[in-house]
């Protein structure tokens, strides 16, 4: 009778974690077309890749306080990535376009693309 109580119990509490974890991993990555391009930890851009025409390159200048830029391009199957930029390291050109959890950082710049929450309309 006890043991079985216990079994029921470990049982109960996989469940739960599973549960928990199968939460927290279909939250991230989401499923977000909306994208934040930040510098210095202000926000720039926030834009929604799914509006873009996606057979139409666009590509938006960033340039940096220390007279470096960044060209983003939003292009093909409504991806985003750096295509060009003046940093020594070319770590976010390298990175290529932007996917789920993973943002495109350019250091030098204090650039980031991220994936984010669709703003909320309004208020
Ligand atoms: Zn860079």
Redesign the pocket.
């Known amino acids: 009778m006890t043991k079985g109580v216990k079994i029921c119990l470990a049982a109960a509490s996989v469940i739960f974690v599973s549960a928990l974890a199968a939460m927290l991993w279909l939250r991230l990555p989401s499923d977000s077309t909306w994208v934040e391009i930040t510098q210095d930890g202000k926000v720039l851009y926030t834009i929604d890749l799914a509006s873009y025409d996606d057979e139409q390159t666009q590509t938006i200048r960033i340039d940096s306080p220390d007279g470096g830029y960044?060209i983003i391009e939003i292009g093909e199957g409504n991806t985003i990535r750096?295509s060009e930029?003046d940093?020594p390291?070319?770590?976010?050109?390298k990175t290529g376009a932007l996917s789920d959890g993973v943002p495109i950082v350019?250091?030098?710049?204090r650039?980031i693309i991220k994936f984010t929450d669709e703003p909320e309309n309004g208020g």
């Open positions: 960044n750096i930029a940093c390291d070319k770590t976010c050109v350019c250091l030098p710049h650039l």
